[in-house]
């Protein structure tokens, strides 16, 4: 059985509009059109995951120094659970090893499948922030879980350790 080929390109300003409708699809608190060509201006990191000539994961990412923080992923509803949105945030973290230390991300407390590829990415929780989204479907605040990821290699990792 042959499998349509994946491919990863850069975000570009003429994606902006599919992604606003595509991220409405899946978000309760979608990226609008413009909040996509506000990033993409800010010179924040964008990629797309192209499948089968159609947009099929996304995600933004924002560095700083050297620590990048995970803005936005996304998966279209049809093409969820492929390992599409894995490709896509094992890519990203292949382009930033070597240029930033340290990746952080805030996810919806009851996000359970992104807290999941999160933590097999080897992710871990670092803090919580209480009330942080609006409830789904207009109901209360929901909180957010920050996350972090080392991007050093394990061996700097030990460096700061004591002599023998």
């Known amino acids: 059985m ?11 300003g003429e994606d902006a509009l599919e992604l606003a ?11 609008s059109e413009k909040n996509f060509l506000d990033s993409l201006n800010a010179g924040h990191l964008g990629f797309i995951l192209e499948k ?4 099929a994961a996304w995600t933004v990412v ?11 992923i996304g998966v279209r509803p049809d093409m969820q659970r492929q390992g599409l949105g894995s ?10 090893r070597g240029k930033t230390v340290l990746m952080n991300l805030e996810v919806r407390a009851g996000n359970l499948p992104a807290i999941g590829l999160y933590k097999r990415f080897g992710f871990l929780q670092t803090g919580i ?36």
């Open 87 to 96: 490709k896509l945030l094992s890519f990203v973290l292949g382009e930033l």
């Open 129 to 164: 922030r209480r009330g942080y989204y609006p409830g789904e479907n207009g109901s209360g605040r929901e909180d957010a879980l920050l996350m972090s990821l080392s991007l050093l290699p394990e061996s700097d990792l030990n460096a700061g350790g004591s002599a023998a």
């Open 62 to 72: 924002m560095t700083v120094l050297d620590e990048a923080e995970l803005l936005i």
């Open 52 to 55: 089968e000539g159609q947009i």
């Open 2 to 12: 042959t499998t349509a080929l994946a491919e990863i390109r850069p975000m570009r």
């Open 21 to 31: 409708r595509l991220e409405a699809l899946v978000e309760s608190s979608p990226w």
